[in-house]
Every structure is written in structure tokens, then in C-alpha cells.
């Protein structure tokens, strides 16, 4: 890893142009603002330094060290970051647009209102990184590490979360369109509030997630492991469950209005009543709560819970 003081750009050494920047975002008449374009500067350690309100163009920073590195407002197009160190930089309100951050840690970065677009951050270790308030279009997040990471009232669309790790990931009053979960596992993944429209869950493996109050639309769940879910008050009107494990799920008051619940298993299921079943999709491979199969015959009592021996 090359120190910044061995580093120069097109002659100038880096150090001066990071001074220069540093009195830029101070003072804009005395400083000179960073401003690159097809820069290289690979295997560089530039450990928090400050590109606040920088434009990157073209720019390769592969297999550099920029922990803790400042880029808020920052502007970013085209760049290459693949495989850098990023754990706890800050682009709170920069613009990034095509931009690969593939295989980078950033364990506890912060996108707080940023403006992400064809950004690909497959398997990155995103562990506890703040997306709040952020406009995400087309982001790849295939295989991704994002324990812990918070999406409050983001904005997402055609994301992809394929195969990613989501254990307790939050997205309180976020807003999903056309994104994929197809195969995404974690426990306590919660989508509290929020919105999915078009939206891919197939066999997600999501354990004692919590959907309450969620709005769910056109939103494939199909053969995706709920046991011990808490489904309260959220609308799963004609989203597509078929197969879903829902075993000891909390269904109080979940509007299943033409939900598929063909092959689902609802054993131990709480809160279910029968006109919610009534309106739903079962057959002779769903299990209902009572631990019996159905499909779901109004008035027969099979909508009241026995406990699931195979929830843990």
C-alpha cells in the first residue's frame, strides 16, 4: 500500500491536492477543489481523507484504503472502487452513478440521503451501513453482506438482493419496487411500514421477520421461510404464498384478499380468522393452523392455532 505523501497526480503530488481541497470545502475562493477525470491510483493508502464535494470522473481507486475517508456530497461517475477498504466512509448526500464498489468492505459506511444509480456493490460487506433517506435505482446487491444494515424511508428500485445476507436489516417506511430476494437469507429481516410493489421473495429465507403494517402488492413470497413471522396488519392482497412456510406467523388483521396460500404451511398460525381464509387461495397441500390440510372450509374451526412443534 503506497503512502498519499508518495503518491503525485499528473505531477502534483497528492498531498498538496488533498491540501488544496481541504481549504477548497473551507473557504472556495482561497482553495482549489478536487476535480479528476481517468485518474489511476490503485493500492493507495488514503485512510481518512478528504474528498468532501469532490468530483470523480473515470477514476480507479481499486484496492485502496480509504477507511473512514470523507466523500460527503461527493460526485461519482464511472469509477472503479472494486475491492477497497471503505469501513466507515461517509458519502452522506453524494451522487454516484455507475460505479463499481463490488467486493469492497464498508462495514458501517453511511449513504444517508444518496443519490445511488447502477451502483454495484455485489458481494460487499455492508454490515451496519446507513442507507436513510437514499434514492437507490438499479443497485446490485447479489450476494452481499448487509447484517444490520438500515434502509429507513430509502427509495428503492429493480434492486437486487439475490443470495444476499440480511440478518436484521430494517427498512422502516421504505419504499420496494421491482426488487429482487430471490434466495436472501436472514433472521428478523424487517419491512415494518413500508411498501413492496413487484417485488421477489422467492425462497427467502427470512425467520422471524416482521412485515406488520407493510403493504405488499403484486409481491412474490412463493415457497419463502416465514416461520414466526409477525404479518400484523399488513396487506398481502393477491401476492403470491404458495408453499411459504408461515408456521406460528402473527396474521391479526393481515388482509389476504386473494393471497395464493396453495402449499402453504400456516400450522400454529395466530390471528387468523375466517373470513380472512374465506377470501384466500388453499388446497388439499396447505396446511391450515389447526395442523390439518385443507383447502380451508368456512366454519369448520380450522383457522384456530395449535402450536407448531417445528417452529424454533
Not at 388439499?284 to 380450522?302: D, H, I, Q
Request: charged share 20%.
Amino acid at each position: 500500500m503506497k503512502a498519499s505523501s508518495q503518491t503525485a497526480v499528473n505531477g502534483v503530488p497528492l498531498d498538496d491536492i488533498l491540501g488544496a481541497h481541504a481549504e477548497w470545502t473551507r473557504d472556495a475562493a482561497s482553495g482549489v477543489r478536487c476535480e479528476w477525470n481517468g485518474v489511476t491510483l490503485s493500492g493507495v493508502d488514503l485512510r481518512r481523507a478528504n474528498f468532501d464535494g469532490a468530483h470523480l470522473e473515470g477514476v480507479t481507486l481499486a484496492d485502496s484504503d480509504l477507511t473512514a475517508a470523507e466523500l460527503r456530497r461527493a460526485e461519482i461517475d464511472s469509477a472503479n472502487f472494486r475491492g477497497t477498504l471503505l469501513n466507515g466512509a461517509d458519502f452522506t448526500s453524494g451522487q454516484l452513478r455507475q460505479v463499481d464498489l463490488s467486493f469492497c468492505l464498508l462495514q458501517g459506511a453511511y449513504f444517508i440521503e444518496a443519490r445511488l444509480e447502477h451502483v454495484d456493490f455485489r458481494e460487499a460487506h455492508l454490515d451496519k451501513t446507513r442507507f436513510h433517506d437514499a434514492s437507490i435505482l438499479e443497485g446490485a446487491f447479489a450476494a452481499a453482506v448487509l447484517n444490520g444494515a438500515l434502509f429507513h424511508h430509502a427509495r428503492l428500485v429493480e434492486c437486487d438482493f439475490s443470495g444476499a445476507q440480511i440478518n436484521g436489516v430494517q427498512m422502516y417506511r421504505t419504499d420496494l419496487r421491482n426488487c429482487g430476494f430471490r434466495s436472501a437469507a436472514g433472521a428478523h429481516f424487517s419491512v415494518i411500514s413500508s411498501r413492496l410493489i413487484d417485488c421477489d421473495l422467492w425462497r427467502a429465507e427470512l425467520p422471524g421477520a416482521s412485515f406488520a403494517h407493510a403493504r405488499l402488492q403484486s409481491t412474490c413470497l412463493a415457497a419463502a421461510n416465514l416461520k414466526g413471522a409477525d404479518c400484523s396488519e399488513a396487506s398481502f392482497r393477491g401476492c403470491d404464498l404458495s408453499g411459504a412456510v408461515l408456521r406460528d406467523a402473527r396474521m391479526c388483521k393481515t388482509d389476504l384478499f386473494a393471497a395464493n396460500l396453495c402449499g402453504a404451511d400456516l400450522t400454529g398460525a395466530q390471528g387468523l380468522t375466517q373470513e380472512q381464509l374465506a377470501h384466500t387461495r388453499t388446497d388439499n397441500g396447505t396446511f391450515l393452523p389447526n395442523g390439518r390440510r385443507g383447502p380451508y372450509v368456512k366454519y369448520s374451526g380450522a383457522e384456530r392455532p395449535v402450536r407448531s412443534r417445528a417452529y424454533a
